[in-house]
């Protein structure tokens, strides 16, 4: 009865409540299967010319939003900004990905600059967020991201993409003295990081960590949970109103020792993960929101397949807060109709279910 309930579903939900149907958003949701971000994106020199170019970012943030009823909008930047406003030379090259130069000893790292840095280096990021929070509508909530330490480590040892990740491993294993000092310093530059996007005007944030799953579990107190953990508590603090979501990468049942020691709001979960395990294990036992987890694959492949997984995934979820979304990102050979009607085959699953 009365006036209709006008706070932004995603928080609603981050705050515990469970609306049917979920909010949605898509990782990467802003991106080369968009032709009119295509369009913008070649005539810039370089793709971070693009991430810091405030009134170009600010467009092709919303372009998602103007095909697509979603219910947040992701800052349009990348990781791969904090070591580069460290003083990390960071490129893109068409078709390979990103190359870094790398850090690997202590000389490296002292070489960086100190983690306020950020805050005058990435100044046009946080101007883009500020412009995004006065042009939002109403009911869309803003997040801002970052790259988890581990993950960010990993391009900083390997110098780019990599399929072992034999460098950051063996680091990790050998080098304690240098690769702790490596993630503490990459811990504070993250903290810095999310804190100037929420005073810019971020609701929500989320943590990257795409690469978690490459340590042995031996190894992910220290690389991964410790950080997030810091992490976690530093901006609770600050900012109690702020919900946080982890996205640890291909952890599987480490997720549970996660969710245990991070203090975060929310855990966004890959393709991998059981449904069932984690409403009961994450959800009801830990108290964690959850987001995702639909494959990419399926948002190409289209078909009845995409409605099927859809279906399942609403229906494992729909008596627990739950945030739709992928496992991972938007691929670039997605077709923007499949995107939708995957939010067609959401609305259509909506009301009534609850
Ligand atoms: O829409 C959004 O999600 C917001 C923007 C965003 C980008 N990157 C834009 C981008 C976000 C949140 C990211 C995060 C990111 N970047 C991650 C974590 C998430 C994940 O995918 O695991 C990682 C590991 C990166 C590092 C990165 N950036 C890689 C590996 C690549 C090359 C691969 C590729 O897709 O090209 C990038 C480049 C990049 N980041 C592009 C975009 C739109 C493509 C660059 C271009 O347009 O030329």
Not at 41 to 49: N, Q, V
């Amino acid at each position: 009865m009365g006036t209709p309930d006008t706070r932004k579903r995603l928080l609603r939900v981050l705050a515990g409540e469970v609306l049917a149907p979920p909010p949605v958003w898509l990782m990467r949701q802003a991106g080369r299967y968009l032709p009119e971000y295509r369009e913008i994106r070649d005539r810039m020199p370089s793709f971070l010319d693009l991430c810091y170019t405030p009134e170009l970012a600010l467009r092709v943030t919303l372009q998602p939003l103007e095909r697509f009823a979603l219910d947040a909008a992701i800052l349009f930047s990348d990781i791969l900004v904090v070591p580069h406003g460290l003083g990390v030379e960071v490129g893109f090259v068409e078709g390979e990905g990103p190359r870094v130069a790398t850090v690997r000893d202590e000389r490296a790292l002292r070489a960086l600059r100190p983690p306020e840095a950020l805050l005058e280096r990435l100044a046009p990021v946080y101007q883009t967020v500020r412009l995004l929070a006065s042009a939002l509508p109403a009911g869309v909530a803003l997040i801002g991201f970052s790259g988890a330490p581990w993950t960010l480590a990993s391009y900083l040892l390997e110098g780019g993409a990599s399929k072992e990740f034999l460098e950051a491993r063996r680091a990790a294993r050998e080098a304690e003295g240098f690769f702790s000092a490596l993630v503490d310093r990459l811990t504070q530059a993250v903290c810095v990081h999310l804190e100037a996007q929420v005073e810019a005007g971020a609701d929500v944030l989320m943590l990257f960590d795409s690469w978690a799953g490459v340590l042995p579990e031996s190894e992910r107190r220290r690389w991964v949970e410790e950080p997030a953990r810091t992490i976690a508590t530093a901006l609770g603090r600050r900012f109690p109103h702020v919900p946080l979501i982890c996205f640890p990468r291909g952890i599987g049942a480490g997720l549970l020792a996660f969710a245990e020691r991070v203090p975060c709001r929310a855990l966004s979960l890959d393709t991998s993960v059981p449904l069932a395990w984690a409403r009961e294990a994450l959800a009801r036992e830990r108290g964690k929101v959850l987001q995702g987890n639909l494959d990419p694959v399926a948002l190409v492949a289209g078909g009845a397949a995409l409605e099927r997984e859809t279906r399942a995934i609403l229906a494992a979820f729909r008596d627990i807060p739950h945030i739709f979304n992928l496992g991972h990102g938007v691929l670039p050979e997605t077709s923007p109709a499949q995107v939708a009607r995957l939010l067609e085959i959401l609305q259509n699953c909506g009301g009534g279910a609850m």
